[in-house]
């Protein structure tokens, strides 16, 4: 485990304890998971960046020909 130190604003201090306080978990604990959830959702985006790069509309394009145009079974909703 590492040490960090961070320079908050009092205002956001207070706030970030509070809502801590909120969620029944410490400050350490609240930005500890704060980090991870936006770190997830950058490394999601870039894996997506990556993803829509490979594509090809024409690929995708002749995928979607192949799905058979009709309306759906009334079972079926």
Request: charged letters at 30%.
């Amino acid at each position: 485990m590492s040490t960090l130190v961070v320079r908050l604003p009092e205002s956001l201090h207070k706030n970030l304890q509070s809502i801590a306080d909120r969620e029944g978990v410490s400050i350490d604990q609240f930005i500890s998971t704060s980090v991870a959830e936006k770190m997830s959702a950058l490394m999601t985006q870039d894996y997506l960046k990556e993803r829509a790069a490979r594509g090809s509309r024409e690929q995708y394009l002749a995928v979607l020909a192949k799905v058979p145009d009709a309306e759906p079974d009334e079972n079926d909703k």
